[in-house]
Each structure stands twice: as structure tokens, then as C-alpha cells.
């Protein structure tokens, strides 16, 4: 990808404690965003130089915004994928058609009419456009031949978008490749999409929470976890602002073409597949707090469901199960309630 908006979010903030006696870590510029992987118990630079050239071609492949890339060359003619692409974009449509389209990996067009990311001022598109796009987003519109493993798109004005996932599958991606080159303890920070991996020296990773608000910044608190993904989807990670000083961000409703309005700032999914993770996050941005936890009990048995922390204005609601792994920060415990729920 091009950089078009360089994102640096501050969840990838991972505070370490304790150290461990090896460690080596990298920060590059891929997906769009900053990347770090950090690995302890080795110092094979050849690991993570290996790392990032992985992520580079999955970056180069899932790349919407560019025609020659996989994903931005799908059309109306079938065309074979691998067989984890074809996995990839068959989980974006099972879980578009769970959550009622909230979530939708159709919206490419409409995504690059909001230019969204394009940071500097400017204009929130037409009413008319949006709609016109909006009935160009029908998930039946994408085929997918089983035994092939080939997809297309019958509809010329869909175009396919992975935005809201790749950054979880490459992260997974990344994650086996580690593991096979022997790597047992790591980090991989994909701008603030979070794939730990073991623990560190037998303890719990600490992963820095965003504090939603555009201005202030800053983190209101830390998970402790091992081996499981973070990731975090909210309006305040990429967005523009029009002429009037009116801010749009960057999850779009696909009921109604433009960003998304409800209680919810911030959501943050905690699961074993940073994939899973990735999309579910965002579709429960969509969603809103009361549908993604019907959502949760409808969809996953208590062993193997994801957990959930929603922010809003005032409140941190988190699941009960991560209570324990919670710790908010001293500097904002006037501004937060944290309330937990149940899901049973
Ligand atoms: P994330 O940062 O993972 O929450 O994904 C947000 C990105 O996914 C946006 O920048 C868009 O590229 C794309 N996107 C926006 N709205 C949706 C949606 N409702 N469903 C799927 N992808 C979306
Ligand atoms: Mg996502």
C-alpha cells in the first residue's frame, strides 16, 4: 500500500515488564501503517527480516486500492485464489451474512468515494452518490466456486474490500511462520492489531489500551494476556474533517453509506484468531453494544467465544471473563465507569 494515511495508533503501545534475556524487535512501514514485531528468547535477525518481507507480499495481495493486487482484480470473470485467500474472503461473507451486512466487505466503491484515507480537509461525498453506490454492495453479488477456489463479482460497480480484515490475517499468517521458524514468545503489532504469541518469560503480556478521544490520546488501560489476539476498532483511528469542522470516520454503516453513529467509540475483541478478531471488531462497531452481545451468545459456545470491552463516552463495559486481565489507568478513572456484563 501506498501510505496514504499513516497510522499510528497507541494501542500498539505494549508496556513491557520484566525483560527478557533475548530480545530483538523491527518497526516497518507495510499495511498501511506502522508495524512492529518484537521476539524474545532469540536474536535471528533473519526471522524478522523474513517477517516483514511476508508481510509485504500479503500487503501487495490484499491491497484493494491497487488493480494489479488479488483482491483489487476481482471482477466479473472467475478467478482462482490460494486456497487461504479463498478461506479469508469466504469468513468476510459468512460473518456479513451473520451480522445483517453490518458488517460488508462490498464496499469498496464507497469506501474510495469518502476517501477516507485522506487526512487532510475535505468534503464529505454527495447524498446521491452514497446512494447510488449503496445499492452496489450486495453480497450476492460475490461468487465463490468451492472447487475451484475461485471468486468474482457479478455486479461491475461492487468492488471487494478487505480493510477491516487483513491486517488480522496477516498477523495469523505471520504468527505460523514464526512459530515454525521456532519463535515460542513474541509480539506482532500490526498499527495496534495485536497477535502476542506465548508469554512473556511465563507471564502476561501488557497491552496498552487507546484512549478514544482524538484529542488527548494516551491509554485508559491495560489488558494482561498471553497468546491471543487484541484488536481494536474505533471512530477515532482514522478520519477526516470537512470545511465545517465536521468529522468523518472511518467504519461506514452499509444501511446507510455514511460513518457510523451510535453509543460506541471503541470496541476491542479479545480471541484466539487475530482474523476473527479483526472482523469482529469492526462488525461490532456496526453493530453497537446490545447486538453484538446477542450476536456473541447466538453465534459461539462459551468455550470457544471471543471476549468484548466496549468504550463509550463514560463507560468501559467489559466481559466478565477479562475483568481480571483489566486494569484501568489511575488518569482516568474519573472519566470511565467500568461496568461488567455477562454473556450466558
Ligand atoms: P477496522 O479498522 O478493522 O475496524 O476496519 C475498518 C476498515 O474497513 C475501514 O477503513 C474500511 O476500509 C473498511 N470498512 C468500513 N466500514 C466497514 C464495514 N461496515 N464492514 C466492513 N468493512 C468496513
Ligand atoms: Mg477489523
Known sequence: MKFRFLLILTIGLIILSGCSSKSISQ?????????????????NREILKKAFETLDVL????????????????????????????????????IAENTGDAFNPLLGNLIELWNINEPDVHEAPNKSDIEDLLVHTDLNSLILDDKTLSISITDPQTKL??????????????????????????????????????????????????????????VIGILKLQDKSIVTSGNYQRYFTDSQGRVYHHILDPSTGYPVENELNEVVVVADSSLEADILSTAFFVLGKEK?????????????????????????????????????????????????????
Open 161 to 218: 474490500n478487505l480493510g477491516a480484515s487483513a491486517k488480522g490475517f496477516a498477523a495469523d499468517t505471520l504468527k505460523e511462520q514464526l512459530i515454525e521458524s521456532g519463535v515460542k514468545s513474541g509480539i506482532i503489532n500490526l498499527g495496534g492489531n495485536i497477535l502476542l504469541i506465548g508469554s512473556k518469560d511465563g507471564k502476561d503480556f501488557n497491552v496498552g489500551i487507546d484512549n478514544p478521544d482524538r484529542e488527548s490520546g494516551g
Open 59 to 94: 500487503d501487495g495481495e490484499l491491497d484493494a486500492f491497487s488493480e494489479s493486487s488479488i483482491i483489487g482484480s476481482i471482477d466479473s470473470t472467475p478467478k482462482s485464489v490460494s486456497p487461504e485467500i479463498y478461506d479469508l474472503i469466504r469468513k468476510n461473507i459468512d
Open 27 to 43: 518497526t516497518n512501514l507495510t499495511f498501511d501503517t506502522v508495524a512492529t514485531i518484537s521476539l524474545y528468547g532469540t536474536e
Open 292 to 344: 453484538s452481545l446477542e450476536y456473541l451468545k447466538e453465534n459461539y459456545s462459551e468455550e470457544n467465544r471471543p471476549e468484548v470491552l466496549f468504550v463509550t463516552d463514560d463507560t468501559i463495559y467489559i466481559d466478565e471473563r477479562l475483568e481480571n486481565h483489566f486494569e484501568l489507568s489511575s488518569d482516568f478513572e474519573e472519566k470511565y465507569k467500568v461496568e461488567k456484563f455477562t454473556i450466558n
